[in-house]
């Protein structure tokens, strides 16, 4: 069945950096779209990056936009999240997505999460 | 301040029907799909809804979505405890170039 993974969350630092993994199996990576997608403790969800089915569209939310990066390797199954700068505010569970299409249809199945802490 | 807009709540006893808005724009649900997310406590987001009332298999008829201008709806009927969750509305806005999401509304089973 479709699974997603994620990894690579933790406690860090103001200002340092952090990539997020994500390994997915049971379904053809290359043919879908992906998504990051966040929730800050006790708050709603944010989206955070898209990458489209073979990489060549990529876009994110104004709040990462220039300190995060999404990425993915299609003969490894896996997508990424480099984070750099990161602030008290990007403190939030990440879920790595699939989505139904190419690019943007929606969002249909999610990982279990990763929790990412920032703080001194 | 989300780009749409959810009622931060809503009510109903077992068996009734509940709906929930999604208010937004031109550049979101006006000239985009819509879908519809359902987290129970604790647990990853879920799929409900896609191009504005579409169900994915697996999800039971008692949820519908329909989308009129730039305000999209989600319906739960026969309401059941199981139904207890944030759902959350999201659609591509042209104008951002990105993917929003509503604030997330609370269903409660009285």
């Known amino acids: 069945q479709v699974q997603v993974v994620e990894s690579g969350g933790g406690v860090v630092q103001p200002g340092r950096s952090l990539r997020l993994s994500c390994a997915a199996s049971?379904?053809?990576?290359?043919?879908?779209?992906m998504h990051w997608v966040r929730q800050a403790p006790g708050k709603g969800l944010e989206w955070v990056a898209i990458?489209?089915?073979?990489?060549?569209?990529?876009y994110c939310a104004e709040s990462v936009k220039g300190r995060f990066t999404i990425s993915r390797d299609n003969s490894k199954n896996t997508l990424f999240l480099q984070m750099n700068s990161l602030r008290a505010e990007d403190t939030a569970v990440y879920y790595c997505?699939?989505?139904?299409?190419?690019?943007?249809?929606?969002?249909?199945?999610w990982g279990q999460g990763t929790l990412v802490t920032v703080s001194s | 301040q989300s780009v749409l807009t959810q009622p931060p709540s809503v009510s109903a006893a077992p068996g009734q029907k509940v709906t929930i808005s999604c208010s937004g724009s031109?550049?979101?649900?006006?000239?985009?799909?819509v879908s519809w997310y359902q987290q129970l406590p604790g647990t990853a987001p879920k799929l409900l809804i896609y191009?504005?009332?579409k169900r994915p298999s697996g999800i039971p008829d008692r949820f519908s979505g329909s989308k009129s201008g730039t305000s999209a709806t989600l319906g739960i009927t026969g309401l059941q405890t199981g139904d207890e969750a944030d759902y959350y509305c999201?659609?591509?806005?042209?104008?951002?170039?990105?993917?929003?999401f509503g604030g997330g509304t609370k269903v409660t089973v009285l």
């Open positions: 997505a699939r989505d139904l299409s190419l690019l943007f249809r929606g969002i249909k199945d």
């Open positions: 049971g379904f053809t990576f290359r043919s879908y779209a």
């Open positions: 990458i489209s089915y073979d990489g060549s569209d990529k």
């Open positions: 031109s550049s979101n649900i006006g000239n985009n799909y």
């Open positions: 191009d504005n009332n």
């Open positions: 999201g659609t591509w806005d042209s104008s951002l170039s990105a993917v929003v």
